[in-house]
């Protein structure tokens, strides 16, 4: 029967038009676990099979191409669930307009610099990567425009919040939380034991989270009477009004922050590879030159490489083992090649500090000195976690990596030199011991020479710098001076210069850790939980089993509050499928509604839901909540429908095996009925609630067939209208849901503004418009007979002037032989006729305007225009 019923709406489905149109069919190479749409943008927060990484994909419609943006590991163990969510504008208040915040750095910067390549090569995974690195700058900085959170559940409990998916503001364990609850009178304490998250929602105005997790519910007064029932699907209500009261400081602080983790990676990848360069070069180096000293070991002679390049340098002697060594095992060709290795090399190098480390660094200490600013603003930023005096001493840090920059800069052009001028004298050393012509050769620096040979023959300053074991001594003079300028302001810690590049990088690492570990730690300790519901008992062995459920959470606004902020509002939707034999049930998918309002106020109304029962030959594969606005011709001018998309594959027992498809379900045509929430006598109560059965008919929802065998997740967009569904042969499936329905509505719309502007009469000879306008020709098919006069009025008047004009010529040239008389005239009588013109054209203007309606007649072209 349910197959026939398949059938039938796929079929109706197909005359009347394809209830969603795929935008497009996208193989990927790694099975996705969850994904998430971010509210603002084409952005998907996906898990991959470790699951132990959020990463965020761009899905281009245009391209149908996947990006890689960026990958997060906030987690230990595995990710569960995920949940996206954007501030409501409609929540936000005027006061919070007063209290906004301007990102200066892009005043005084260029746009941030993003982490070098090695020869054209893009770091990261390949799978959907992105070669262009503007992708990531857009996503960066588009990203901070609008504030939002995204939520990560694990397996063991613990729950991550995230603003703009890349800065960590929170993180609770559930396990560790205490939960309140009050029944008749009387408040007991609760605590959940081996949690595991399967679900978490954040409302829209951020206030408020709801999740669902698996664990054992304990009595923490009296542990006797916790038995094997508690032990089940728990939903629990959060307070997070944190996010909401404090979303500017908030969304200022994590503006910078998520800049600065950005630009630290910069850093951190410049130093990379900057030192791998460089490590290449010289290796190449010493291992030309270590041919040397084995060459004087077997010669017999005890003398150091050094003291044999001073021999040569002063031309005492060139000994048997350095002819040797010039001649033959280096040789012309290989010191070239040292040569062209080392000058690439040092090329790259000032390529990395001067486009990527240096404007990173200076970037980094702007951003740094902004928050700096802010955590003196106490009152607002103290109760986030923002210490003055962290941002102080992290602060210092970022501008003492300014100075070893500065050095490293200066450091490696000394070395580069010095190896540039040694290198061309050693080969006009070989040229002359090979009798050859020294003309194309450079002159040299002989002090340079002796210099290289002390200080960078056996040592390397830049490897130095670029490791964080190494530590540097200076004179007396230097640390006194240093210490003098700590009465000007200079850095209280003195013995910077001590640390190389890599050090004091490592440093400010830690400072930034244990700087936004405050507002992070100070987040987290203002979430609470509000409330409890039991949801359905499982067993011990299948409560990790009951975390991958199908299940989904939304809040949707109430009608009374979709245009009025001061009067927020909404309702929380909860909808999860029971698992087979749980609350004696089978194939069932509950519903329930108004969760957080009853555990706010004790004079709400109860809980109400109902059950929807799944034909036995089908079973659901993933579930989402899904709210459509529609404009119609209603007395309130729209309609919202609350619905539910579900995710159907035949079983394989049955004669469906390997078939799919995605059902649209309206949940007014749903009856919601109260059920009690008796607590703790009785867990469950979910049987209270009317079950009904899933009747396949496109009059009921939308049906259609899906040509893949479905897997999880199931994606769906409210604010895009889009669902993305992954099949298990590692396809991506973005279908637009409800871009049929809009067709539809924009006729209904158009029809009743047409309606209206027929209705309408022009103010110039009551005339009603007959025929809408849409090209030239069909404007002047519509023009008032008046205007038609005024035309007539202007040939007439243009002939007249012609004929008054001829006229004067020729009587004046009667009169006095001479036609230049005539023409002070002609003159004035033209300057007459001109201003007649104007007036006649103007009013001819006005005719039209009035004529075609300068506000009904442009609503109207504009109306037929859209329709087309």
Known sequence: MAEEQMEEASSSAAASGTPFQLQFDKPIPFQIKLAEWNPEKDLLAMVTDDSKGSASHQFAGALMNGKMLRSIKSHDVAIICLNWAEDEPLSRTDKEDLLSYEDRTTRFFPPAPVMPRIGGLNSGDTGLADENEEAIQAFSSASCQRFNILCTGDKDGCICFSIFGIFPIGKININKVPIHVQSSGKRTSYRLQDVSISKVSLSRNLHQLVLLCSGKLINTDNLSLSNDLSVGVHCLHLDTSIFSNRKNELHQVSQQASSIQDLVEVVRASISMMSKQWSNAMNLFHEKFSALPSLLTAHGMESSSEDEFMSLLFGTHTSPALHQFLVSSLGEAGLKRIAKTIESAGRELRIVVSEHLQPAVEIISFRLAELRGLARW??????????????????????????????????????????????????????????????????????????????????????????????????????????????????????????????????LEESLKEAFLMPFTTVSSQIHCQGLLPLY????????????????????????????????????????????????????????????????????????????????????????????????????????????????????????????????????????SQFSRTFPANYYNLQELEALELQLDTDYGKVRSVPHPLSTPLAVSASRGVACIFSSRRHALVYILDEDEDEDEDEDVFDHAVAAAKRCRYRLGQVKFVKFATTREEELAVLNPRMVKYIIALVLIIMIYLLLTTGLIAWTMKVSNNPWDAWPVVIIVWLFWMLLLCAHLQLAKLAKKRTLGSDDGDLSTKLLASKK
């Open 378 to 507: 106490r009152s607002r930023f103290q109760n986030i976690g923002l210490d003055e005096k962290l941002m102080d001493g992290v602060t210092e840090r970022v501008g003492m990596l300014v100075v070893q920059v500065e050095r490293f800069s200066r450091v490696a052009a000394t070395v580069l030199y010095l190896f540039q001028n040694f290198l061309s004298w050693v080969l006009k050393c070989v040229k002359i011991l090979l009798s050859e012509p020294t003309d194309q050769v450079p002159s040299t620096n002989s002090e340079l020479v002796v210099i290289f040979l002390k200080f960078l023959l056996d040592k390397d300053p830049i490897k130095q710098l670029l490791e964080t074991d190494q530590i540097f001594e200076w004179d007396i003079d230097t640390a006194k001076h240093v210490e003098h300028l700590v009465v000007f302001g200079g850095f209280t810690d003195t013995k910077f210069l001590e640390r190389s590049l890599a050090k004091q990088f490592s440093e």
């Open 537 to 672: 008992p499982v067993t011990s062995s299948d409560a990790l089993s009951s975390t991958s459920t199908p299940a989904s959470i939304a809040f949707y606004k109430d009608k009374d509050s979709q245009h009025n902020a001061s009067s927020y509002s909404s309702t929380d939707y909860i909808c999860f499928k029971i698992p087979d034999g749980s609350l004696n049930l089978r194939n069932f998918v509950a519903v329930i509604k108004d969760f957080c309002n009853s555990c706010s106020t004790s004079n709400t109304p109860s809980l109400s839901g109902f059950l929807l029962h799944i034909p036995v030959e089908y079973e659901c594969v993933d579930l989402s909540l899904y709210k459509h606005f529609a404009y119609l011709r209603k007395e309130n001018g729209y309609s919202q429908d609350n619905q539910v998309v579900l995710l159907l594959s035949g079983k394989s027992s049955s004669e469906n095996a390997g078939r799919s498809w995605m059902v649209m379900l309206q949940t007014e045509n749903l009856s919601f």
